[in-house]
């Protein structure tokens, strides 16, 4: 930390002492003012944007913790290899939601790093950000049990959804994002209650908890559909998302095809 940081710190300490404790600090009104010169404002404002980064990442933290031991479902725990959290920014302005970890993700203990978190990366790419600028996490934390000796992955069931959803609120809640975006219509249901097909969900603004809202294809299912159309969906959906971020979108972007 630099040092006039460091200096804000401690006037900040003084004040809460001054303010809380029985016993105030010997340092006077005028000293702190004069401590806290106008030059040195903007060090404050940076300063305390480190401090809400610093209290985000120890929210997060300790959510993770507890998520880490989380026995809700029973079946799901016994299953699992480990949890999975959630990867990104804390401070993440674009926040996608997915569905649940799948073998791969549940060996890595990171989402979407299989063949559908490829091509989530690559698609986060193509939108100009890099994957560690913004927040990834499912709606279930664990991987959804499948039979002994069967390959693939299953959809959760509503129970599941219900029993883990309040994990996700929690990272939605600390981390704040601009724009959250709900990957596929399974996530929808777990996010919002609500069942509805794609065709009638993805491409429009959508609210949850005065956020807005995109949904769009899971890129699941653009690994199965690898149709232009569908793919280009997707993009159009992300460029709606990049416009309501307010970042410039370059004519190369506009022609884009997944
Ligand atoms: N599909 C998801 O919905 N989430 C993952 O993390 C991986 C695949
Ligand atoms: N459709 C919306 O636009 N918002 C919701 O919260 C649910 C469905």
Redesign the pocket.
């Known amino acids: 930390m630099q040092f006039p940081s460091a200096l804000d710190l401690v006037v900040r300490a003084l004040e809460q002492m001054r303010e809380t404790s029985l016993r105030p600090p010997l340092a006077s009104r005028k000293v702190l003012d004069e401590l806290r010169a106008p030059e040195r404002a903007q060090n404050l404002t940076a300063l305390s944007g480190q401090v809400c980064t610093a209290s985000k990442i120890g929210k997060l933290r300790e959510l993770q913790t507890r998520v880490a031991v989380c026995t809700k479902c029973p079946h799901l725990a016994r299953a699992r290899t480990q949890t999975v959290f959630g990867v990104g920014d804390p401070d993440a302005e674009l926040m996608f939601i997915g569905e649940a970890p799948g073998a791969d993700e549940d060996a890595q203990g990171e989402p979407f790093v299989g063949r559908a978190g490829q091509l989530l990366t690559r698609i986060i790419k193509a939108m100009g950000f890099a994957r560690e600028d913004v927040y990834i996490a499912n709606i279930l934390k664990c991987r959804p049990d499948m039979p002994a000796g069967s390959f693939g992955n299953r959809v959760p069931t509503p129970v599941e959804m219900q029993t883990c959803r309040p994990y996700l609120v929690e990272q939605i809640e600390v981390i704040q994002p601009k724009v959250l975006v709900a990957l596929g219509a399974v996530a ?1 249901e777990g996010l ?3 069942r ?1 097909t794609m065709r009638d ?1 993805r491409g ?5 908890n005065q956020m807005p ?1 995109m ?1 769009t294809y899971h890129p699941a299912y653009l690994l199965r559909n690898q149709t232009p159309s569908e793919k280009r969906k997707v993009w159009e959906d992300m460029l709606l998302v990049l416009e309501r971020l307010e970042r410039p979108i370059s004519e190369k972007q506009r022609n884009y095809f997944l």
Request: a positive charge; glycine letters at 16%.
């Open positions: 929808v919002l209650g609500v509805g969900l429009r603004w959508h609210t949850y809202l949904i």
